[in-house]
């Protein structure tokens, strides 16, 4: 049963435009929010988290907001550049330190010039 | 600034044998997790491990074992690998059990 989701196995924007990307989970248990970016043959890179107190944050191009009653969050990248065509993972954690996490199947965002 | 770093990249075993992966944290960071990517799949997690007692516990088989050792770093015992094992294990790192995660760039095992 796959506790988080993302039901967009690919997407396609065009450079300069803005790239959402959607997360779905259904643990309520779930209280921190993770994104990470991932090139072939690397691991993944941490770029942005959410706690469940919050509702948006923010770093430079990358924005993450959260819906905590439709358990829905979403990834805005703006300007959209070249450099961010990656696969792109969803992750969740409950916080109780040292936790795993627990991982959506990622999107495969690639940045058309 | 110093990554995670795993060893070996890539290992290649015959059903049976046993592995041994490696793991060194970024510095001060006192927190290790492994997880397993299977093909095409999301990473899923295996163990972790905070100021070298285990912490918290996923779907790590049997046949696999884990510590952590007195500087940190980790070593993930595999015993009895089956074809199913083929994947790519990653390490990730960070401070005291808090989030984020940081992860290395996994090494590949393949088991012939």
Known sequence: DQQVKQNSPSLSVQEGRISILNCDYTNS?????????????????????????KDKNEDGRFTVFLNKSAKHLSLHIVPSQPGDSAVY??????????????FGKGTHLIIQP | AAGVI????????EKRETATLKCY???????????????????QFLISFYEKMQSDKGSIPDRFSA????????ELNMSSLELGDSAL????SSFEGQQPQHFGDG??????
């Open chain 1, 29 to 53: 248990m779930f209280d921190y929010f993770l994104w990470y970016k991932k090139y072939p043959a690397e691991g993944p890179t941490f770029l942005i988290s959410i706690s469940s107190i």
């Open chain 1, 89 to 102: 993972f969803c992750a969740a954690s409950d916080l109780g330190g040292a936790d795993g996490l627990t």
């Open chain 2, 6 to 13: 795993q060893s070996p990249r890539h290992l290649i075993k």
């Open chain 2, 25 to 43: 944290p970024i510095p001060r960071h006192d927190t290790v997790y492994w997880y397993q990517q299977g093909p095409g799949q999301d990473p």
């Open chain 2, 67 to 74: 510590q952590q050792f007195s500087d940190y770093h980790s």
């Open chain 2, 89 to 92: 294990y990653f390490c990730a």
């Open chain 2, 107 to 112: 090494t590949r095992l393949s088991i012939l």
